[in-house]
């Protein structure tokens, strides 16, 4: 992460910046095709040829594409306009104040106990409470059930697992280095890979609330209002 100066109204925030491609495209998959639905295989970074497969050479080398690090397929709603070996970049994809959400693998923490995991407070420790400070309590009743119900809170691995931020604003772009700052932190550790999607949140507005000048009864009936003195009907 590091910290810019907010274009707009030129406020010091937090951002994370992300190498967003460039892109080529490995594979374009139709409803047409024996695939049956919308999709496009990207390619992002750089490897070695001798750590990849046969068979992942012969697709680079048919899309005549370096071998790339990363490769992943994403949907789209139309084809048209996109071939193979074709280099998607984010020219004109995000523009300064855009909300996008971003999904990525989270950072591992290893085995942890329930109150790093699940946020439990954990047992009193006084009154002769011995090694019980930290432990999950009960699990189950002994009698009814005797057996603990799936989806039971316990300590277990933390972490390592795809999660998304939602609604990150972006604050600059710069296309001509494929660079996007965005607001705030993102999942994953420094290098890893995200996928950064249109937000599925809408923006949200603050309506305003006005006070109603109709006056009822207990009855629930109008009060009309009293005419004013000398506006009588002629």
């Known amino acids: 992460m590091t910290q810019v100066f907010h274009p707009k109204d030129q406020t010091y925030c937090d951002v994370t910046v992300v190498k967003a491609g460039p892109c080529p495209i ?3 998959k139709t409803v047409e095709s024996k695939d049956g639905y919308n999709a496009v295989q990207l390619a992002l970074g750089r490897r070695r040829e001798k750590t990849c497969s046969k068979s992942q050479l012969g697709q680079f080398k048919k899309a005549v594409v370096a071998p790339a690090r990363y490769v992943r397929e994403v949907r789209v709603d139309d084809t048209k306009g ?4 074709q280099v998607v970049t ?4 995000f523009k300064t104040g855009d909300y996008v959400d971003v999904q990525g ?7 942890a106990g329930v109150m790093k995991r699940h946020n439990f407070r954990g047992l009193p420790a ?3 409470a011995s090694d019980k400070q930290r432990s999950p309590g009960s ?3 002994r ?14 691995r933390l972490g390592g697992v795809t999660t998304s931020t939602m609604k990150i604003e972006v604050v600059m772009v710069d296309p001509e280095n494929s660079l996007v700052y965005l607001m705030g932190a993102v999942p994953g550790p420094k290098g890893g890979l995200v996928t950064i999607f249109e937000t599925a949140k809408s923006k ?5 609330i006005v006070r109603s000048t109709i006056k009822k009864d207990k009855m629930g009936n109008i009060i009309k209002a009293a005419a004013k003195p000398g506006a009588a009907k002629k």
Not at 82 to 85: D, Q, R
Not at 204 to 208: A, I, L, S
């Open 26 to 28: 490995l594979r374009v």
């Open 82 to 85: 996109l071939e193979v070996g």
């Open 90 to 93: 984010i020219d004109g994809a």
């Open 105 to 111: 693998v989270c950072k591992g923490k290893g085995f």
């Open 126 to 128: 006084s009154h002769g």
């Open 139 to 141: 699990l189950a009743s």
């Open 143 to 156: 009698r009814s059930l005797g057996r603990v119900l799936p989806g039971q809170r316990m300590a277990g």
């Open 204 to 208: 949200k507005f603050r309506t305003e």
